[in-house]
Nanobody, 124 residues
Framework: QVQLVESGGGLVQAGGSLRLSCAAS????????MGWFRQAPGKEREFVAA????????DYAQSVEGRFTISRDNAKSTVYLQMNSLKPEDTAVYYC?????????????????WGQGTQVTVSS
């Protein structure tokens, strides 16, 4: 198993940037496809971004593509989500997730483990 802890959330004005981090422990980090999900008030949890075990492949939700960048540092057992040009509709709790199973496309990951979430609030 792996433990996931998110950090970096906070309050930012529209058009600003935030960088989320997810630190993993418990197993070899490079064995997992990693992803970010988010859940806004009154809405279902939705996929945001994913990255392959080596970091060579990524996938994004259409709503964030071109604005968000997912990356990972396996030496530090950490995955990141760089969020630029933030919009009020990006406001949500953001969750880090890990999938043990290799996928044909990382965007179809099915997480086995979840972090506790970190709040991102974008003001207008």
């Amino acid at each position: 198993q792996v433990q996931l802890v998110e950090s970096g959330g906070g309050l930012v004005q529209a058009g600003g940037s935030l960088r989320l981090s997810c630190a993993a422990s418990g197993r070899t980090f490079s064995a997992y496809v990693m992803g970010w999900f988010r859940q806004a008030p009154g809405k279902e949890r939705e996929f945001v971004a994913a990255i392959s075990r080596t970091g060579s492949s990524t996938d994004y939700a259409q709503s964030v593509e071109g604005r968000f960048t997912i990356s990972r540092d396996n030496a530090k057992s950490t995955v990141y989500l760089q969020m630029n040009s933030l919009k009020p509709e990006d406001t949500a709790v953001y969750y880090c997730a890990a999938d043990e199973t290799p996928r044909l496309r990382v965007g179809i990951l099915r997480p086995d483990y979840w972090g506790q979430g970190t709040q991102v609030t974008v003001s207008s």
